[in-house]
Nanobody, 118 residues
Framework: VQLVESGGGSVQAGGSLRLSCAAS????????LGWFRQAPGKEREGVAA???????SYAASVRGRFTISKDNAKNTLYLQMNGVNEEDTAMYYC??????????????WGQGTQVTVS
């Protein structure tokens, strides 16, 4: 089991960032993959999720700005973040499991990558 995030960092408001999550084959083939985030003092929340055969789902706060996608040849999950704002500042986690829109449905977590918007 392995989920390794990368691509986090600091970005100015209005800018873009792309997060990547490299997964082991068995984890990548989970029923769903997703991205969560947790800001200081707040609960972890689902950001975007994609099922084995689609479709994608998004939190209302990011719909139209973020895009989740997969590269099956690379066993990699992505989160393209456009038009970021300060409310997007958080630790972002890659997840795999049975229901990737809520923490209770996640079986595996990555270690997280920090995104800071200023």
């Amino acid at each position: 089991v392995q989920l390794v995030e990368s691509g986090g960092g600091s970005v100015q408001a209005g800018g873009s960032l792309r997060l990547s999550c490299a997964a082991s084959t068995d984890t990548y083939n989970s029923p769903c993959l997703g991205w969560f985030r947790q800001a200081p003092g707040k609960e972890r929340e689902g950001v975007a999720a994609i099922n084995e055969h689609g479709p994608e789902s998004y939190a209302a706060s990011v719909r139209g700005r973020f895009t989740i996608s997969k590269d099956n040849a690379k066993n990699t999950l992505y989160l393209q973040m456009n038009g970021v704002n300060e409310e997007d500042t958080a630790m972002y986690y890659c997840a795999a499991g049975f229901v990737c829109t809520h923490s209770a449905g996640v079986r595996y977590w990555g270690q997280g990558t920090q995104v800071t918007v200023s």
